[in-house]
């Protein structure tokens, strides 16, 4: 992943398409086998499912607005599942035209809900600005985070240019626990001294 693609994020917001906002243009990656997320609210149930994660972060989708007494009781219900999340609300499982956008702001030990309403028709640049601000770009990507994994296998596609390099890069921070590593390289044959994994080979042959 070179760059964060202003472009492509708009598209997919405008879209309502929002894995592939998380996935193809931020970063993320599909959400783990977890279960829903249930409320109970007037006699109403509502149903969060797992959309995307990354690094413990997990991102909820339901698909429907309640009012902010259900919101509320959703999300509190979502951050005893994950204690890092976001949580969309959209108004339409099929069509929708708006989506709330809820996540909680760490004040000290406090929290404090946040919300945005993205409606269709809204460019969305100013709020897309905001989500750049999540976007994971591979070279800071941390494998760091499974060192206490015991069985690591790492699976990479689509490394193109000083991608290969990068995710050796970080797959050496696993190596004692790296039970297999598959890589599609890039086709391309690029790299550069930025992210080449072995400058000092380099320098040393030259």
């Known amino acids: 992943m070179s760059g964060f693609n202003f ?5 997919y917001l405008q879209a309502f398409d929002l ?25 109403k149930a509502l149903v969060a499912q797992p959309l995307v994660e990354m690094s413990g972060v997990v991102v909820y989708r339901c698909d429907t607005v309640p009012g902010a007494n259900g919101r509320q ?32 702001k760490r004040d000290g030990k406090k929290l404090f809900p946040r919300e945005h309403l993205y409606m269709r028709g809204q460019p969305g640049d100013l709020f897309i600005s905001k989500i750049a601000g999540i976007f994971l770009d591979i070279k800071d990507f941390d494998l760091s985070y499974f060192s206490e994994k015991k069985n690591i ?12 390099d990068l995710s050796l890069a970080s797959f050496k921070l696993v190596t004692e626990n790296l039970k297999g590593l598959a890589m599609a390289t890039c086709c391309h044959h690029q790299c550069d ?10 320098n040393e042959e030259l």
Request: glycine share 8%; net charge positive; aromatic share 8%.
């Open 19 to 43: 894995k592939n906002l998380f996935v193809e243009v931020l970063g993320w990656s599909h959400a783990r086998q977890r279960g829903n997320v249930q409320a109970s609210v007037d006699g």
């Open 7 to 11: 472009e492509e994020a708009r598209q």
């Open 153 to 164: 296998i790492g699976v990479a596609k689509h490394l193109c240019g000083g991608a290969t």
């Open 73 to 104: 009781a959703l999300h509190s219900k979502v951050s005893q599942a994950s204690v890092e999340n976001l949580l969309l609300f959209l108004d339409d499982a099929n069509a929708p035209t708006q989506c709330m956008w809820r996540w909680q």
């Open 193 to 202: 001294a930025l992210t080449y994994v072995n400058m000092k080979y380099v």
